[in-house]
């Protein structure tokens, strides 16, 4: 009896205990919790970098194709055979160079012929002048009748038009033999021929023989909006952009496949139509070419200067987002170190940034890195990027250490060691 009064004792000592140990133990997570809730959170750092006003030259990006100086179709002007084609395809010929000969045998037949018959008239000629001349006297003694001295003027005047229509004849003649011989118009270089030797060609036939095209110089045809050009006008009479009088007409031109032209062109002239199926009108630029490497039809892109932006506002892109409605929106910092949204109103991209053309303004702070921790109305820690940046420059022109420095001073702490070593092994002694 007395051993069970014991073990109910002490087993209800154990609860006690057990009960004021979680009591205890509650007590403690409930005050560990009210601390750490009493604890205000850390304030977000944000960096953030000064928008400063710059020179920016603006440029616009043009898509086009190549297309000849000029383009010459060759077509003969006279029917014949081919007798023989005098060039090289694919080469270059001068203006003038014969390039096909067609059978002048027929064409040389008929100018001998216009020449004979205008020999004919002209040595019919004085003997019917004659005959009037003796008319005329003999009227004047009424030996003649009038009728007879009439008719032998007439004769004169039809013998004197026979002549001009058998030199008209001739030359006729002389023009057709001439045209036996096709020669090329202008300089440049010829392509395929459609015919061969012994073809049949026919005058001013619709298919070319062949096609010379000048290719240096050489255009570029580029389409550009007819609204670009609207807010191109429009910037340069506000101010905000500033014509360069002597280099605003150099075009640069990228290759097909993203290199960059040797030589500049210039621009020579905008269309005076603008195309309804596209908005666009066409730009003109006038390439050197004379190592021949634009071809006709190629596609290329033009780099046109359209001015200097003395004062534009450029942004980082990584310092830009978009909110739920498609704007363009930053942060920014305040002087009191509260973070503002504004919206944007953006320009066009220029490598790695954005102009700005409305929304910040010369020494707002933006913020460029942080914006995912922020919003809106939060105080934020500024750590400004161009305090960084000068930090490191000044840390990158800082001179390195000789090696003779560097020898000195491994010298002197080594002797230094040395003398140290020496006065505390002396008392050791």
């Known amino acids: 009896m007395q051993r069970n009064k014991n073990a109910y004792e ?58 000849p100086y000029l383009v010459s179709e060759i077509r003969p002007h006279v029917n014949g055979i081919i007798k023989k084609r005098m060039f090289r395809e694919g080469s270059d010929v001068k203006a003038g160079q014969l390039l096909y000969q067609i059978d002048p045998a027929p064409f040389q037949v008929a100018l001998d012929s216009a020449r004979a018959s205008l020999g004919k ?10 005959r009037a001349e003796r ?13 007879d001295y009439d008719d032998a003027a007439a004769a ?6 026979e002549i001009e229509y058998w030199k008209t004849q001739v030359e006729a003649a002389r023009i057709n033999l001439g045209y036996t011989q096709v020669n090329a118009p202008i300089s440049g270089r010829i392509g395929r021929s459609s015919v061969t030797d012994g073809a049949l060609v026919t005058a001013y036939q619709p298919a070319a023989l062949a096609t ?21 006008k429009r910037n340069l009479e506000t101010g905000q952009l500033s014509a360069d009088e002597k280099n605003g007409r150099a075009v640069r031109i990228l290759l097909e496949d993203g290199t960059s032209y040797s030589r500049e062109g210039k621009l020579q002239f905008r269309d005076v ?31 046109v200067q359209e001015g200097t932006a003395e004062q534009a506002i450029l942004a980082p892109q990584q310092g ?62 500024v750590v400004s990027l161009d305090e960084q940046t000068t930090t490191a420059e000044s840390t990158q022109a800082a001179p390195a250490p000789s090696p003779q420095a560097n020898a000195a001073s491994a010298d002197s702490k080594a002797s230094t060691g040395e003398s140290h070593t020496n006065s505390q092994s002396t008392p050791s002694k």
């Open 212 to 232: 010379i095209q000048q290719l240096d110089p050489i255009y570029v045809d580029v389409a550009q909006s007819s609204a670009e050009l609207l807010r191109l």
């Open 10 to 67: 002490c087993l209800r000592w154990t609860l006690a205990l057990t009960a004021l140990a979680s009591l205890l133990m509650l007590g403690g997570c409930n005050n560990g919790n009210a601390q750490q809730q009493q604890t205000p959170p850390p304030t977000p750092e944000v960096a953030t970098m000064t928008i400063q006003p710059q020179r920016v030259e603006l440029t616009t990006e043009l898509q086009g194709r190549t297309s």
């Open 121 to 130: 008239a002209q040595a019919n000629l004085p003997s019917i002048r004659s």
């Open 320 to 381: 830009v987002s978009r909110n739920t409605k498609g704007e363009a929106v930053a942060l920014v910092v305040d002087e009191g170190g509260t973070v503002r949204q504004k919206i944007l109103t953006l320009n066009r991209a220029i490598g790695d940034q954005w102009l700005i053309s409305s929304g910040l303004s010369a020494g707002d702070r933006l913020v460029v890195e942080g914006m995912l921790n922020v919003r809106p109305g939060m105080a934020v820690k």
């Open 156 to 161: 004169v005047q039809q013998a004197q038009a």
């Open 135 to 147: 008319y005329r006297e003999l009227l004047v003694d009424k030996a003649v009748s009038r009728q």
């Open 273 to 303: 139509t603008v195309d309804p199926a596209t908005g666009s009108y066409t730009v003109r630029i006038v390439v050197p070419n004379p190592e021949h490497l634009l071809l006709p039809g190629m596609f290329v892109r033009a780099i």
